[in-house]
């Protein structure tokens, strides 16, 4: 139970870990009750064509703000105003967190057509493939862990932050028998297996929404290699955006250390034996000394 009465909630959308309440509506104005579990983020952008006000007040817990490369926290009692919002804003829980958000354009309906849509998806994903769910998530803790070592400004934390929890959601459209076969594919198995990039990003496309359509772009590239040599565009080095590059190293990390049905994981000193094989070929050579560096936090 939150700090405000949820009778006076008018609309509530709930996804893992975040909870976004509408309060009060009229002239455009909005104010959003929001409870988020620690780790979890959120965030704010510029709009085109848009001078609004943005106000949040924390109720209870500490935000992490992050601003580019800045970061501040933002502990309970203090808040944060700006008007018009010129660049990006990530929030982060440092604890279970709740905050009044105010703003002068209606938001809402956006913010709970991303969260539903980002819902459905996941549910998806996890009727058609109990592993790629999972598997989803671990790569989102992961991706998110690095991204905040290597200090990625805040846009790129967002994209980040989505396109971890959905660079498989391409798979929805590859045949269930391909997806759940229990030996090793065939040559023709794989090519349509490979095609599962390119339809993630096609996804997320067609839900229309800004944020998804970024993340879709870095959803299609998670599979490219550092030397040129990888899938579906062929991208090499800095082509290959950061986020993509980063998803690349985890999704490795975790097909290499997780049990399957057909073979054993392996342990954590092997995993780095074997992604250091391929250090610079595959994998981007300061990223994957990073995450080598973060991997006994894991």
């Avoid at 009778?7 to 959308?13: L, P």
């Avoid at 009692?77 to 829980?93: D, K, L, Q, T």
């Avoid at 297996?193 to 390119?198: E, G, L, T």
Wanted: with cysteine.
């Amino acid at each position: 139970m939150g700090i405000i009465n949820e009778d006076s909630f008018i609309e509530t959308v709930h996804m893992k870990g975040l909870q976004i309440s509408l309060i009060a509506s009229g002239d455009g104005t909005e104010v959003i009750y929001h409870k988020l579990d620690p780790g979890i983020m959120w965030g704010i952008e510029p709009q085109e064509g848009w001078e609004a006000l943005e106000y949040l007040c924390v109720l209870s817990g500490e935000l992490i703000l992050r601003n580019g490369n800045e970061t501040k926290k933002i502990k309970t009692g203090s808040s944060f105003f700006r008007a018009p919002v010129e660049e990006h804003y990530v929030f982060e829980a440092a604890a279970t967190t709740e905050f009044l958000y105010v703003t002068s354009r209606p938001v809402f309906f956006h913010y709970s057509k991303v969260t539903k849509e980002m819902m459905e998806l996941s549910i998806s994903i996890e009727e058609k493939d109990g592993y790629t769910r999972d598997h989803c998530q671990r790569i989102n803790k992961l991706s998110m862990l690095v991204g905040k070592t290597l200090e990625l400004d805040s846009k790129q934390l967002v994209n980040l932050n989505l396109a971890s929890f959905l660079h498989d959601v391409g798979k929805l459209r590859i045949p269930l028998e391909i997806l759940q076969k229990p030996s090793k594919l065939t040559p023709e198995e794989w090519e349509i297996m490979k095609k599962h990039s390119v339809f993630g990003r096609e996804i997320l496309e067609e839900t229309g929404l800004p944020l998804l359509i970024d993340a879709g772009k870095v959803v299609e590239q998670h599979h490219e290699r550092f030397d040129g040599k990888g899938y579906p565009l062929g991208l090499k080095g800095s082509e290959i955006s950061i986020e993509a590059s980063i998803i690349s190293i985890i999704d490795s990390y975790d097909a290499i250390t997780t049990d399957r049905v057909y073979k054993k994981g392996r342990s954590k000193e092997e995993a780095k034996k074997e992604l250091l094989n391929y250090r610079g070929t595959m994998y981007h050579p300061e990223i994957l000394d990073v995450f080598l560096g973060l991997i006994d936090q894991i």
